[in-house]
Every structure is written in structure tokens, then in C-alpha cells.
């Protein structure tokens, strides 16, 4: 067996939501890989919920050693399409690109990705998605880790409403 020094991590491409089914084939031929997640706020029939949603679709990563490792067989993997490759060897990730994902990991296992960029107040931000999609207004504040307040025009008059702050961007 070679040193674990010596391997490296590899980018692999799945079937289209097939990483998980990719993820579990590959651990069971015992390879080791590495399905990095975020958590995603679901917003479904006025309850919401939290689910952990591939960080990079349709990619994972396998850890091996090109020259003793078997790694042609992960490209036959029930869910895989190919690992990337530059001609006929696989290509590595460059160091620490890896271990940088692990280390933004919370405890259920989720990347933690950096908050939307901050807004001054007075910013103008459009709605992207529910009931005030496309409508514009002015960033006013937030009022919790999650939630934001910003200031719209509506029936000829600015109305303050709390939106969730993925729902917002710059305009």
C-alpha cells in the first residue's frame, strides 16, 4: 500500500443528481471519496426546511494514487460518467482545495458558504423568487442571520417587508 502522502484528490463527474448513488458505489468498492454539501433553505407549501444540496452538482471527489491505485474502475461506477482527466491520466485538484472544504464543514456536515455581500442601506436590491419576485426596493437592514429587511414600492407606497436574504440581490 502507498503512503497516504502520496495521493491526491480528484474531481469526478456523475449522471445528473447521481451523486449520492456515485458517492455510495464508490465507497462500497472502497475507494475514498468526498461529496462536499451545503444546506439549502426549502420553501414548500408555506413550511420551510433545510436541506443539504451538493456544494458543486454533478461533481465529487475521490482521493487515490494514479500510479498504484486502480483508479479506471471508478470510471465505471454505477452514477459516475468519467473522472476528469487531461489525456489518459487522471488530473489532480491542486493541494488544499480539499482539506479547505473540510475545514468549512459545520457539524451536520455542510459547507458553511459566506453570506451575500454586504448591502449599505439604501442599496436597491431586486426580489429573485416568491411572491415579490422581480419587484425592486431599498435595503434597509438585517434583522437576523437569516432574514433581511428592505423597504418596497408598493400601491404608491414604501412597505417594509422581512424576506429571507437569499431571496435578495444587488440590483
Given at each position: 500500500?502507498?503512503p497516504a502522502?502520496k495521493?491526491s484528490?480528484y474531481a469526478?463527474l456523475?449522471?445528473?443528481?447521481?451523486?449520492?448513488?456515485?458517492?455510495?458505489h464508490?465507497?462500497?468498492?472502497g475507494?475514498?471519496?468526498?461529496?462536499?454539501?451545503y444546506?439549502?433553505?426549502?420553501?414548500?407549501?408555506?413550511?420551510?426546511?433545510?436541506?443539504?444540496r451538493?456544494l458543486f452538482?454533478?461533481?465529487?471527489?475521490?482521493?487515490?494514487?494514479?500510479?498504484?491505485?486502480?483508479w479506471?474502475?471508478?470510471r465505471?461506477?454505477?452514477?459516475v460518467?468519467?473522472?476528469v482527466r487531461?489525456?489518459?491520466r487522471?488530473?489532480?485538484?491542486?493541494s488544499?482545495?480539499?482539506?479547505?472544504?473540510?475545514?468549512?464543514?459545520?457539524a451536520d456536515?455542510?459547507?458553511?458558504?459566506?453570506?451575500?455581500?454586504?448591502?449599505k442601506?439604501?442599496s436597491?436590491?431586486?426580489v429573485v423568487d416568491g411572491?415579490?419576485?422581480?419587484?425592486?426596493?431599498?435595503y434597509?437592514?438585517?434583522?437576523?442571520?437569516?432574514r433581511?429587511?428592505i423597504?418596497?414600492?408598493?400601491?404608491?407606497?414604501?412597505?417594509?417587508?422581512?424576506?429571507?436574504a437569499?431571496?435578495i440581490?444587488?440590483?
Amino acid at each position: 500500500m502507498t503512503p497516504a502522502a502520496k495521493k491526491s484528490w480528484y474531481a469526478v463527474l456523475t449522471h445528473p443528481r447521481a451523486e449520492e448513488k456515485a458517492l455510495g458505489h464508490l465507497q462500497n468498492q472502497g475507494y475514498r471519496a468526498y461529496l462536499p454539501r451545503y444546506a439549502k433553505v426549502v420553501r414548500h407549501a408555506r413550511r420551510t426546511s433545510r436541506s443539504a444540496r451538493p456544494l458543486f452538482p454533478r461533481y465529487l471527489f475521490v482521493s487515490l494514487d494514479p500510479q498504484s491505485d486502480r483508479w479506471r474502475p471508478v470510471r465505471s461506477t454505477v452514477g459516475v460518467i468519467d473522472i476528469v482527466r487531461f489525456g489518459d491520466r487522471p488530473t489532480p485538484l491542486p493541494s488544499g482545495v480539499i482539506d479547505s472544504l473540510f475545514a468549512l464543514e459545520d457539524a451536520d456536515g455542510c459547507v458553511q458558504l459566506a453570506h451575500q455581500p454586504s448591502l449599505k442601506q439604501g442599496s436597491a436590491v431586486v426580489v429573485v423568487d416568491g411572491p415579490f419576485a422581480r419587484c425592486m426596493g431599498l435595503y434597509e437592514g438585517i434583522t437576523d442571520s437569516e432574514r433581511v429587511a428592505i423597504l418596497l414600492d408598493l400601491l404608491g407606497r414604501r412597505v417594509r417587508v422581512v424576506l429571507e436574504a437569499d431571496l435578495i440581490e444587488a440590483a
